[in-house]
C-alpha cells in the first residue's frame, strides 16, 4: 500500500497492517472512541464501569491488571444479561431496538480489555456501525435503505477517525525536537487530557513560533477534520505511542 492509497483506504485494510506499525494503545483508543459515541446506549452500570476505566486509564492499563480483569468479567456477564433482554423483545423491531444496548455493551466490553486479534477495532467498528443505524432507524417503508445509510456514512468516520489516530505509516511525519518548547508541549498536554480539540489552531500558532514550517502538520492543526484522543500530532508532540 501507497501513502495515497492509505488515505482512501477502508478501515480493514488500513488494520491488515496496524500490527506492524501500532502499539494496542492506539487499538484500545479506537475502541474507547466507539464507546464514547455509543455512550447514550450505555445503561448499564456494568458496562458504565468498564468504559470510564478503558478511557481513564488508556495510558497506564497494564498497571491496573487485577482491576481490569473484574471489570471485564462485569462486562461481559452485562452484555449476557442484555442479550438475552434483546431476545425476550416482543416485536422484531424492539428487538433491534434492545440489540442497539447489547451493541454498546459489547463495545465497553472490549474497551476495558478483552483479548481479541487486532485489538478488536473491527468488531467495535462492526457493533458501533450496526448500533448507529438501527439507533436512527425511522420504521418507514426504506428504512433498510436509510439503516444502510446511517451505517457507511458512521464506517467511513471511522476509517477518518483512525487515519487521525494512526496518521499515515507509509508517510511518517519528521519532528524536529526544537519544536517541542514549553508553550507547544503545553498546549498539546491540554489537549490531550481535556479533548480541547478547539484548541488545534493554538497548536499551530504555537508550532510556528517554535520554527515549524511543516505543512502537514499545521494543516493537520487547522484542517476541519474530527479529532481524537490519541491524534497522532498530539502523540507525536508528546512522544506517546
Not at 78 to 86: C, P
Not at 97 to 107: D, E, G, I, S
Not at 179 to 184: E, G, H, I, L, P
Amino acid at each position: 500500500m501507497s501513502a495515497e492509497q492509505w488515505n482512501s483506504a477502508g478501515l480493514q485494510e488500513m488494520v491488515s497492517i496496524s500490527p506492524i506499525c501500532l502499539s494496542p494503545r492506539k487499538l484500545n483508543l479506537f475502541t474507547n472512541w466507539c464507546c464514547q459515541i455509543l455512550r447514550p446506549y450505555l445503561t448499564d452500570r456494568r458496562s458504565i464501569a468498564a468504559a470510564r476505566f478503558a478511557d481513564r486509564h488508556a495510558d497506564d492499563r497494564h498497571e491496573h491488571i487485577v482491576a481490569q480483569q473484574a471489570l471485564l468479567n462485569d462486562a461481559r456477564v452485562a452484555v449476557a444479561d442484555l442479550t438475552n433482554w434483546a431476545k425476550a423483545a416482543p416485536t422484531n423491531a424492539e428487538r433491534r431496538r434492545r440489540r442497539v444496548y447489547v451493541f454498546a455493551a459489547q463495545v465497553a466490553q472490549q474497551a476495558v480489555g478483552d483479548d481479541l486479534p487486532n485489538g478488536g477495532v473491527l468488531s467495535s467498528s462492526h457493533y458501533t456501525a450496526y448500533a448507529v443505524g438501527w439507533a436512527n432507524e425511522d420504521h418507514s417503508n426504506d428504512s433498510h435503505d436509510r439503516d444502510e445509510h446511517n451505517r457507511s456514512t458512521h464506517l467511513r468516520l471511522q476509517e477518518n477517525i483512525f487515519r487521525d489516530i494512526v496518521g499515515n505509516p507509509f508517510l511518517p511525519a519528521e519532528f524536529d525536537p526544537r519544536w517541542r518548547t514549553d508553550d507547544v508541549l503545553g498546549v498539546a498536554r491540554g489537549i490531550y487530557a481535556n479533548r480541547a480539540f478547539a484548541h488545534m489552531p493554538i497548536l499551530s500558532d504555537a508550532l510556528m513560533d517554535a520554527g515549524c514550517e511543516d505543512e502537514r502538520i499545521i494543516c493537520h492543526c487547522r484542517n476541519k477534520c474530527q479529532h481524537v484522543r490519541g491524534c497522532w500530532l498530539i502523540d507525536l508532540i508528546l512522544q506517546q505511542n
